[in-house]
């Protein structure tokens, strides 16, 4: 079962508000956020799951690396678990081809129907046993005000003494930076990006420059059915966190930050990170008489 308390004995209203019991109780304002959680936290235990959405960097994964990433040990059994009976899974990351090679080195073949990858960050989405995802860079493909911002930006940190890299998609440009300069390198990107209608997210030294139709939520369309939720999990759920929109869905649960919006992107577990992540797959269970690949949360609240 999924336990609602933090290791550190903060309480999930704590943690979403900022502010403690005690504070929230003298502001007049503890009755509503406890109205809020209960209202979360029972369309969670009502939901008939259909479908799992992952981030993957630290929520899946923890290693950091680029290339040779596996979904840890304790997450993949239970993903494996998850799709021995059925239930689509959907990964959602700002990586290309190394999440394709990723996820295809942690499922075996059988499975590959029923995993979804939504690819930089959503802008190209498909199965897992599709050979033609994603769909390799080429400039005369690059979105024009994509390649704009993208050109600016080189000219920009070409005068720095250690410049960001900068890495070209057709719908995404992505940077990596020192984590000394990520800040800088993040508010020039924005001062640059969002006046041409972009979009930017920052996960660490990451920073991803997206087209607006770009996003992690676009998996839900691929994943949807009929009368199901659609499970969404990642770590970066306030804002410029690349997982803001996927968590801002009516069943978005965070294992690391949490927006703003009381209405979802809660965090409910002990732990961060991966570890979360186990408890929240290990209290899904199967509800009898319902189809093997609908699934349940259950947990208890202490």
Not at 37 to 54: D, Q
Not at 63 to 78: F, H, S
Not at 131 to 140: F, Q
Request: proline share 5%; net charge negative.
């Amino acid at each position: 079962m999924l336990t609602i308390w933090f290791s550190d004995m903060t309480q999930p209203i704590e943690f979403k508000s900022g502010a403690t019991l005690d504070a929230l109780a003298k502001a007049g304002l503890l009755d509503l956020w406890q109205k809020r959680e209960e209202a979360f936290l029972g369309r969670l235990r009502s939901a008939r799951i259909g479908a799992i959405i992952l981030d993957f960097d630290g929520t899946v994964y923890s290693g950091g690396q680029l290339n040779n990433a596996m979904p840890d040990d304790n997450i993949l059994a239970l993903l494996t678990s998850l799709l021995e009976r059925g239930l689509p899974l959907g990964f959602a990351s700002g990586r290309g081809l190394s999440l394709r090679d990723a996820l295809r080195q942690a499922f075996a073949r059988k499975f590959w129907h029923l995993v979804f990858a939504a690819y930089q960050d959503g802008a190209e989405v498909g199965r897992l046993d599709d050979d033609t995802l994603p769909t390799p860079h080429k400039p005369a493909n690059e979105n024009p005000l994509l390649a704009r911002a993208r050109k600016t930006l080189e000219k920009i940190f070409a005068g720095w003494p250690n410049p960001p890299q900068i890495r070209a998609e057709n719908k995404l440009a992505g940077l990596r930076s020192n984590l000394e300069d990520a800040q800088h390198v993040f508010e020039t990107c924005c001062g640059i990006a969002l006046p041409l209608g972009l979009k930017l997210f920052k996960s660490g030294r990451m920073i991803d420059i997206t087209l607006p139709e770009v996003s992690k939520r676009n998996l839900e369309t691929h994943l949807a059915r009929d009368g199901l939720a659609s499970l969404a999990i990642g770590d970066a759920g306030a804002w410029p966190g690349n997982d803001c929109e996927l968590l801002a869905s009516p069943y978005g649960l965070s294992v690391g930050s949490v927006s703003a919006d009381a209405d979802c992107c809660w965090r409910i577990t002990r732990t961060s990170g991966p570890a979360a992540t186990c408890e929240i797959l290990a209290a899904l269970h199967h509800v009898q008489n319902d189809p093997e690949n609908v699934m349940r949360l259950d947990w208890r609240e202490n």
